[in-house]
């Protein structure tokens, strides 16, 4: 790999030892997937919030030692100078207002909230969710980013035209230190055009036909394609396309497509295909619909709903409205639970809008910062959950043993409040 005089400084000490292993780890990284140099960068998003299982793990319960061990693989404990690049801490894995609620111990809660704290001190900011382009992280189109989150980087990728590759923990830790990542994958022109051709012959409108949508292109390409999406007859919004990429992403390994005068870098499917034939020709019609339906409630034998699990993604305002007027008058339901995700700052606005009172005091509870997959935490006794997110339904069933239940939000609500699940299929 080519370095330039100042990645090439960084890796023989003059910024640290912190810094030069950092360098050594993309350098062992870059030559691995054959990068042939390093790009810049200035928008790093990873997780690096540390409870009591990393601290078992590297034997040590210092945040420098969580953060050499798990964020830069290195082999003893380095003292971690501030970031060099912006860096942004993703979701994790504790709601530090509602972390009683997980059944987290006051030692874990303690442990996770001295790592957050180390991150702040260390210039980390600290968005706390999935979805950092709700909350101020919007990259622009071109810009080099170092991301994690799938769901996260094919939104970045697609909808805003920034370019990431799905990044891990490691590479982003070295990232934040470096401000440099790898220049492989999708930073690079040519490894962004379309490679499949989705022929969409229904209506794709609602959410839930969105993240239908999604979760069968994820299941039908294989992980490198770039699916241009032709045929959507009606424009979606963020809240749309956040669920579309994150269900391609879960059910596949989705991290760009293209819906050609939509997203930002093709006006139309020959632009999308840079003039290539696709490789390959998909029809999405009714009948692939109801696949992707079946498929996301397979695991579900039972009715009775323990927990509706709202924002997967992470809910925009709109979406904390929408359940608060569908719960207008209504309570949830005894021995349900509705929960309601969002990135911590827009928690606070829900706050100051009345939609947190709102929804307490129809017996839901708006939480942030985590999720149920990520965290790993249920109700007591769960065994069946509903949610309008094709990817927590595609995920708890297999994290947590539970049944899922895919519908509407309109759906997901009306289980909440009776209990019982009564959602069709589209
Ligand atoms: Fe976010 Fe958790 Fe879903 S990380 S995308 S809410 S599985």
Wanted: charge should be negative; glycine fraction near 10%.
């Amino acid at each position: 790999m080519r370095l330039t005089d100042d990645e090439r400084a960084m890796l023989d000490g003059a910024e640290g030892e912190a810094v030069a292993a950092a360098m050594d780890l993309l350098v062992r990284y870059g030559e691995v997937l054959g990068a042939e140099r390093l790009v810049d960068t200035d928008n790093v998003c990873g997780a690096n919030l540390f409870g009591s299982r990393h601290s078992l793990v590297c034997g040590s319960p210092t945040p420098d030692a969580a953060f050499s061990e798990h964020s830069l693989d290195a082999p003893t404990v380095l003292t971690i100078p501030p970031v060099k690049a912006q860096s942004y801490q993703l979701i994790g894995p504790m709601d530090t207002e509602h972390w009683q609620v997980q059944g987290l111990p006051q030692a874990e809660h303690d442990e996770i909230m001295a790592s957050e704290r180390y991150n702040a001190e260390h210039g980390i900011h600290l968005l706390n969710t999935c979805t950092p382009y709700q909350v101020g992280n919007v990259p622009l189109k071109g810009e080099h980013c170092a991301w994690m989150e799938s769901s996260a980087v094919v939104y970045v990728n697609s909808v805003l035209g920034a370019r990431t590759n799905v990044e891990g923990r490691e590479s982003t830790g070295a990232a934040m230190l470096t401000g440099k990542i790898p220049y492989w994958g999708l930073h690079l022109d040519g490894n962004r055009h379309g490679t499949h051709l989705v022929e969409v012959g229904v209506p794709v409108t609602s959410n839930r036909d969105w993240g239908l949508l999604g979760y069968w292109i994820g299941e039908q390409v294989p992980e490198e394609a770039i699916p241009v999406v032709d045929g959507i007859t009606a424009t979606p919004d963020l809240v749309r396309l956040k669920h579309f990429g994150a269900a391609a992403a879960s059910s596949g390994g989705v991290e760009m497509y293209h819906v050609p005068g939509i997203t930002a870098e093709a006006r139309t499917v020959e632009e999308a295909l840079a003039g290539r034939a696709p490789q390959v020709r998909l029809r999405y019609g009714a009948a692939e619909r109801q696949e992707a339906y079946e498929h996301l409630n397979a695991t579900a034998t039972d009715t009775d709903v323990d927990l509706v699990m709202i924002g997967c993604p992470h809910a925009t305002l709109g979406q904390i409205r929408d359940v608060v007027r569908l719960l207008e008058g209504r309570r949830v339901h005894d021995g349900t639970e509705l929960w309601v995700f969002t990135p911590r700052a827009l928690r606070h606005v829900a706050e100051q809008n009345g939609y947190a009172q709102a929804l307490a005091d129809a017996g839901a509870l708006l939480m942030s910062d985590t999720c149920p997959a990520i965290g790993q935490f249920l109700p007591n006794g769960t065994r069946v959950v509903a949610t309008d997110s094709a990817k927590q339904v595609h995920y708890l069933p297999a994290i947590m043993g539970v049944q899922g239940l895919f519908g509407t939000l309109a759906e997901c609500v009306d289980a909440a409040v009776t209990g019982t699940w009564r959602g069709d299929a589209p």
